[in-house]
């Protein structure tokens, strides 16, 4: 990544979702900063800035590549494996590969649709909050996961997963929206985690280890289905 890609990611616009923290800490910063003093304006100085670098939201270019499917998330692969989807979508207890993303604070948590399709059903659970790179997480924590359906009849599913500091999930889209391959569906607050499960059938192009773009990075490559 060059110099001038690197200052537009950071200074990306922030996500809606980041307004609020932005907003309260500049104005602690203001007022807080007037009545107690400078120690108070640089912390709260130091809060917004933060805020305002883990909520940035940039563009993302979506691969033009028939029957791509791209990564719901920023962030580092840590698993793949053959898993069951969550029982509250509904999508049977066949196991299917699962590829789970971990976000740390620094990367950008805007979560993305992976192909184009409906959603067909969202299911929020409560949960813990262990530390979202541990293989645990996917059963154990705060969990938002989203079932897709491809124009093709096929099911795969993304769900959101709060970790060790996160405490909220936000969803942008409802049940029978249709979504385009990249398009925001929302974002997880501080620390956390980002499954997808592939179609049946379908095999992961990626890695345990390898560093993914959401919207951007090709994670699997759907094959046309056969007749029969």
């Known amino acids: 990544m060059d110099l001038s890609s690197t200052i537009r990611l950071v200074l990306a616009k922030p996500h809606p979702a980041g307004r609020p923290f932005i907003w309260g800490g500049a104005a602690v910063a203001v007022v807080g900063g007037l009545i107690l003093g400078a120690w108070l304006f640089w912390i709260a100085a130091a809060f917004t800035a933060f805020c305002l670098y883990f909520f940035r939201d940039p563009e993302r270019v979506v691969p033009n590549r028939h029957g791509a499917v791209v ?71 705060e969990r938002n996961a989203l079932a897709i359906r491809l124009p093709d009849g096929r099911d795969m599913a993304v769900v959101q997963i709060a970790g060790l500091i996160a405490r909220r999930i936000v969803c942008t889209v409802r049940e029978g929206d249709m979504v385009a391959t990249g398009e925001r569906i929302g974002i997880i ?15 992961p192009l990626v890695a345990e280890g390898q560093t993914m773009i959401g919207g951007e990075t090709v994670v699997a490559e759907l094959p046309p289905l056969v007749a029969r």
């Not at 990564?71 to 999508?91: F, K």
């Open 71 to 141: 990564a719901p998330a920023d962030g580092r692969i840590v698993s793949v494996m053959p898993a069951v989807p969550p029982s509250e979508l509904g999508l049977g207890d066949t196991p299917r590969w699962r590829v789970a993303i971990f976000l740390s604070v620094l990367d950008v948590h805007v979560n993305r649709a992976p192909v184009e399709g409906r959603i067909t059903r969202i299911a929020y659970r409560h949960g813990a909050f262990v530390n979202a790179a541990m293989d645990k997480a996917s059963e154990d924590n």
């Open 189 to 203: 607050r501080f620390g956390s985690r980002t499954d997808l499960y592939l179609p049946e059938g379908v095999r």
